[in-house]
């Protein structure tokens, strides 16, 4: 009888340590999903500051674009004015 009483506390003992380890394993387990869901956070917030920077860029290359479509108009009606100025000196 102390036998089998003895087997079935060391079955319980077995089942309880077997427990013991899924619940360890469980929270490990907690812990990363916890760390992937913080790091996940930290990476939309960088990914939201950088598309904010990208927007400035845009904003800014856009107004260079512009900028840069003026002066070009302005050099090519100086080219266009020093060709009539050198055509008329040669035709007067």
Do not use: C, P
Request: without cysteine; glycine residues 2%; proline residues 0%.
């Amino acid at each position: 009888m102390a036998d089998t009483t003895d087997q079935r506390l060391e079955r319980i003992e077995n089942k309880l340590d077997q427990l013991t380890d899924a619940m360890v394993s469980l929270a490990r387990a907690e812990e990363k999903i916890a760390s992937l869901a913080e790091n996940q956070n930290n990476q939309t917030e960088r990914l939201n500051r950088l598309s904010v920077k990208i927007d400035d860029v845009v904003k800014k290359v856009d107004d260079n674009a512009h900028t840069v479509g003026i002066i070009n108009k302005l050099v090519y009606a100086a080219v266009v004015a020093a060709v009539g100025t050198f055509v008329a000196q040669m035709w007067m």
